[in-house]
């Protein structure tokens, strides 16, 4: 069995400034967002997307990850704690993320962005969808730098005992989750947006495959603290939060195909703003 190495939070103290490794994980996902858009954006000059949308879905969607993500987390799993420490609501660096509330924040961003240059919405979720998958894979790093969201019980050999909770061997479900959810995930979606598909129909795989992956690594994950635990039917918050996700990305990939929107419609329309902002500028 191995033990959790009980990291330090904090990656670098600065005097009073203190850089933690949550943080950083934060980072270096934003990070890779950028330098994969920008990868996608010269080998797709096509027009759907620029250097300055990409900086401004950046911007929205980094307000939409940490407003919603939060508000996520305090709603859906911890109600009752917050509202007894309300304080507490604003101490993200000590974690406590959903990835759901992240996941509403930032389509409520990429809904202000698509009206922000006139474009449909769906060419935005399209294009972005694949650059999210190593950025949610580097906060599972994080979540296990930090200890938190850990495993159930288990005697596989690779179990990790986590001192600070007790003794027993648990599934490092953190991994489990950087391993899905970030690596294979990604090339998955990497691989199925490298060709040209109907409108939506990228946008719906991401739904579908973060739903699936999520739900099954969550009957490997402790569930989360406070009054919830294991719900309805023996599913995890985490697990009914992710069925409506996976039935609107079913859904939205049956419109896609069945309306056979082409991206060259998007295209157009991307054009025609852009013609239309310079006009006006």
Known sequence: MLVHPQFDPVAISLGPLAVRWYGLMYLLGFSLFVLLG?????????????????????????????????????????????????????????????????????????????????????????????????????????????????????????????????????????????????????????????????????SGVFMIGYGAFRSFCEFFREPDDGFLGIMTLGISMGQWLSLPMIAAGVALLLWAYRHDSKPEKSVKAVQKSQSERKNRN
């Open 38 to 202: 920008r990868y996608r954006i010269r080998q797709r000059p096509d027009g759907i997307f620029t250097r300055e949308m990409l900086d401004d879905a950046l911007f929205y969607g980094v307000l939409g990850v940490i407003l919603g993500g939060r508000l996520g987390h305090v709603l859906f799993y911890q109600p009752g704690y917050y509202l007894q420490h309300p304080l507490e609501i604003f101490q993200i660096w000590q974690g406590g993320m959903s990835f759901h509330g992240g996941f509403l924040g930032v389509i409520i961003a990429m809904v202000w962005l698509a009206h922000k240059y006139r474009i449909p919405w769906l060419s935005v979720t399209d294009f972005i969808a694949p650059l999210v998958p190593l950025g949610l894979g580097a906060g599972r790093i994080g979540n296990f730098i930090n200890g938190e969201l850990w495993g159930r019980p288990t005697d596989v050999a690779w179990g990790v005992i986590f001192p600070y909770v007790d003794n027993l061997p648990r599934h490092p479900s953190q991994l489990y989750e950087f391993a899905l959810e970030g690596l294979v995930f990604f090339i998955l979606m990497w691989l199925y947006s490298a060709r040209p598909r109907p409108s939506g129909a990228v």
